[in-house]
């Protein structure tokens, strides 16, 4: 069992900036792999940031070069860095991982983000 929290979620205007938090704890030495998903009003969750154990990321288009997902070891944390945000990132924001040989899907609570106009 992995359980997952979420923290950082915030209203900010136009070109703002926000960092997200997502504090793992349980059996992280079984966790794959960690990301970001976001789920907007009457739209699908969809996958915006993934980090490996290893380090690699992976992004969705609609954030390349304005959202960084990094990882503390230590803290078993991962954050994501929303700079130039739009309107469009308006969304509940969710923190994925992907857990032992089934690849286990674990969710956090989610964390609003609003971006006003």
């Known amino acids: 069992q992995v359980q997952l929290v979420e923290s950082g979620g915030d209203l900010v205007q136009t070109g703002g900036s926000l960092r997200l938090s997502c504090a793992a704890s349980g059996s992280i030495f079984r966790i794959n792999a960690m990301g970001w998903y976001r789920q907007a009003p009457g739209k699908q969750r969809q996958p915006i940031a993934t980090?490996?154990?290893?380090?690699?990321?992976n992004y969705a288009d609609s954030v390349k070069g304005r959202f960084t997902i990094s990882r503390d070891n230590a803290k078993n944390t991962v954050y994501l860095q929303m700079n130039s945000l739009k309107p469009e990132d308006t969304a509940v924001y969710y923190c994925h991982a992907d857990v032992g040989w089934r690849n286990t899907d674990y969710w956090g609570q989610g964390t609003q983000v609003t971006v006003s106009s």
């Open positions: 980090i490996t154990t290893g380090g690699s990321t």
